[in-house]
């Protein structure tokens, strides 16, 4: 079976450029949150979406936006990108189960903004 | 605010050595509490979890992990460490709602 998939693998912007990562989810998956993770850091939280709804959203500017398809699949929008935006974005996917959420993550796109 | 804290940033190990990581968060309500590992060049998964029940629970690779609610603590061990054990460790908690939050991660190095 396919993992959770992210494209690109990496790339490469300067600041002030706008920027799409693009997410699908194990199938049967309908929920895919999305995760900053800065270089000796654990991931922080930028958003979920469950049923093409956002469920919740971190403490992230309004630069960041995301969206869910109907084929659960995932974009996330880093508008204005700034040299702290650097980081690793990862992906996951879960079926939520009532509480119990486990997430299955993605490789991630390593973003380098100059 | 909901947190999780890792003890150790750096572990190095040998082969054969006894492992146990620590972990600890702070919220005062019911949790899932996870371990992820993350291989060189590999991406995050899954280790072990714990939802409710016994607070001894066993993952993959040998690995357990105790649930001591009145330490607030979800410590990782593992009697015997290989050179393939060999990554990154992150403790994280779920809360039950959206966000699942993570710990800062544990580098273990195994010495052969």
């Known amino acids: 079976d396919a993992g959770v998939t992210q494209s690109p693998t990496h790339l490469i912007k300067t600041r002030g450029q706008q920027v799409t990562l693009r997410c699908s989810p194990i199938?049967?998956?309908?929920?895919v949150s999305w995760y900053q993770q800065v270089l000796g850091q654990g991931p922080q939280f930028i958003f979920q979406?469950?049923?093409?709804?956002?469920?919740g959203r971190g403490n992230f500017p309004d630069r960041f936006s995301a969206r869910q398809f109907p084929n659960y699949s995932s974009e996330l929008n880093v508008n204005a990108l700034l040299l702290g935006d650097s980081a690793l974005y990862l992906c996951?996917?879960?079926?939520?189960?009532?509480?119990?959420?486990?997430?299955?993550f993605g490789s991630g796109t390593q973003l380098s903004v100059l | 605010a909901q947190s999780v804290s890792q003890h150790n940033h750096h572990v190095i190990l040998s082969e054969a050595a006894s492992l146990e990581l620590g972990c600890n968060y702070s919220y005062g309500g019911t949790v899932n509490l996870f371990w992820y590992v993350q291989y060189p060049g590999q991406h995050l998964q899954l280790l072990l979890k714990y939802f409710s029940g016994d607070p001894l629970v066993k993952g993959i690779k040998g690995f357990e992990a105790e649930f001591i609610k009145s330490k607030f603590s979800f410590n990782l061990r593992k009697p015997s460490v290989q050179w393939s054990d060999t990554a990154e460790y992150f403790c994280?908690?779920?809360?039950?709602?959206?966000?699942?939050?993570f710990g800062a991660g544990t580098r273990l190095f195994v010495k052969a």
């Open positions: 996951a996917s879960s079926f939520r189960q009532g509480d119990n959420e486990k997430l299955f």
């Open positions: 199938s049967g998956h309908k929920s």
């Open positions: 979406y469950y049923e093409k709804e956002e469920r």
């Open positions: 994280a908690v779920n809360t039950g709602g959206f966000k699942t939050i």
